[in-house]
T-cell receptor, first 107, second 114 residues
């Protein structure tokens, strides 16, 4: 499986944008990039995914580098409810979760 | 229905007990998964079922026995567990190619082995 690397933790102020990076230098051409988040005592929740082009949905935006070796999840206005562990995963057939980024949102 | 439902939410069992975890989805997904998650760690894949057939077993000990009786239901049978098996057990489902379409996770069963 291709590996992902994310910072252990990040902090943001409420109502400010947050950029969560993910490196995946060994990504293959068919690997989709997925982002999930996990709130305490809950299962992971799908956030967004993409292959090559940048993607937007109601929760977030996903910016994918041209060489696809990195991507960035963008939360446009962080709220306290966005505090969670964010996982970037990719693979074909089965997906391995990396350690994720713990996002803290300060009021 | 866009949910994966797991029961029970909490389970305490002794090392000699036999118990089962249940997972149900009605989204028509043909791939279902069991993950194990220890505290402050990412989920670890245990088993994958595709079209009700076991397709991936990540070298899980035989005291964990999965079963997929139909396309909506996934069970995990537990027997002779150890205290270190205490964890959050997550079920997920997806269209057959989960990496293309994404996974839907349940809220998990918090298992404590005493």
């Amino acid at each position: 499986d291709a590996k992902t690397t994310q910072p252990n933790s990040m902090e943001s102020n409420e109502e400010e944008p947050v950029h969560l990076p993910c490196n995946h230098s060994t990504i293959s051409g068919t690997d989709y990039i997925h982002w999930y988040r996990q709130l305490p005592s809950q299962g992971p929740e799908y956030v967004i995914h993409g292959l090559t082009s940048n993607v937007n949905n109601r929760m977030a935006s996903l910016a994918i580098a041209e060489d696809r070796k990195s991507s960035t999840l963008i939360l446009h206005r962080a709220t306290l409810r966005d505090a969670a562990v964010y996982y970037c995963i990719l693979g074909a057939g089965k997906s391995t979760f990396g350690d994720g980024t713990t996002l803290t949102v300060k009021p | 229905d866009t949910e994966v439902t797991q029961t029970p939410k909490h389970l305490v069992m002794g090392m000699t007990n036999k118990k089962s975890l249940k997972c149900e989805q009605h989204m028509g997904h043909r791939a279902m998964y069991w993950y194990k998650q220890k505290a402050k760690k990412p989920p670890e894949l245990m088993f994958v079922y595709s079209y009700e057939k076991l397709s991936i077993n990540e070298s899980v000990p035989s005291r964990f026995s999965p079963e997929c009786p139909n396309s909506s239901l996934l069970n995990l049978h537990l027997h002779a567990l150890q205290p270190e098996d205490s964890a959050l057990y997550l079920c997920a489902s997806s269209r057959l190619n989960g990496v293309t379409y994404g996974y839907t996770f349940g809220s998990g069963t918090r298992l404590t082995v005493v």
